[in-house]
């Protein structure tokens, strides 16, 4: 099983600042890589998939990058909806989902 | 606008089937990945299984002797049965469909998830 590794665990921000989330994967899993948000009661949101793609209607203050093994999901200015929990997941053997980060207001 | 609608029993008694039911509106079910995925406190979020729409299905490894996952196209529905189950199957299961048609490259969209409790 390929565990995905997320840090920090909490990230405490202001609105506006920029948030940098990384997942580590437990082996090479090329760019099969997607990022999501989930909102206290509410289901997971697909932010990002495939390392670097937005998924529909996605701000563009969103972004990813990396390859192979380390990620970085970046939210470039911090807007007050943006606090959430943050989950990566991975499909190059079947799936799996890193535990969270928590992004909370400062 | 793509509407998935999950429901169940809300409480099973351990070594029991649970069945669930994932009802789409707003859309075909019809040339897309559908999945099943668990959430608990502890272990986080779980895929459980997909099925394409042809039929052809996947299983997570660690639930596939217990897991079947089906669709009815006519109803516009999916199904999930898990076997013999535990305390452990406690979890909000949800159902999402993959965003594009050839891969399954992300869950988009989910619907809002069923609790499910294993107690006897």
């Known amino acids: 099983e390929i565990v995905l590794t997320q840090s920090p665990a909490t990230l405490s921000l202001s609105p506006g600042e920029r948030a940098t989330l990384s997942c580590r994967a437990s082996?090479?899993?090329?760019?099969?890589l997607a990022w999501y948000q989930q909102k206290p009661g509410r289901a997971p949101r697909l932010l990002i998939y495939?390392?670097?793609n937005r998924a529909t209607g996605i701000p563009a203050r969103f972004s990813g990058s990396g390859s192979g093994t380390d990620f970085t999901l970046t939210i470039s200015s911090l807007e007050p909806e943006d606090f959430a929990l943050y989950y990566c997941q991975q499909r190059s053997t079947w799936y799996t989902f890193g535990q969270g980060t928590k992004l909370d207001i400062k | 606008q793509l509407q998935l609608q999950e429901s169940g029993p809300g409480r099973v008694k351990p070594s029991e089937t649970l069945s669930l039911t994932c009802s789409v509106s707003g859309g075909s079910i019809s040339g897309y990945f559908w999945s099943w995925i668990r959430q608990t406190p502890g272990e986080g979020l779980e895929w459980v299984a997909y099925?394409?729409?042809?039929?052809?299905?996947n299983y997570n490894p660690s639930l596939k002797s217990r897991v079947t996952i089906s669709l009815d196209t006519s109803k516009n529905q999916i199904s999930l049965k898990l076997r013999t189950v535990t305390a452990a199957d406690t979890a909000v299961y949800y159902c999402a469909r993959g965003r594009s048609r050839w891969e399954l490259t992300g869950f988009d969209p989910w619907g809002q998830g069923t609790p499910v409790t294993v107690s006897s």
């Open positions: 495939d390392v670097s």
């Open positions: 099925i394409y729409y042809t039929g052809n299905t």
């Open positions: 082996q090479n899993i090329s760019t099969y």
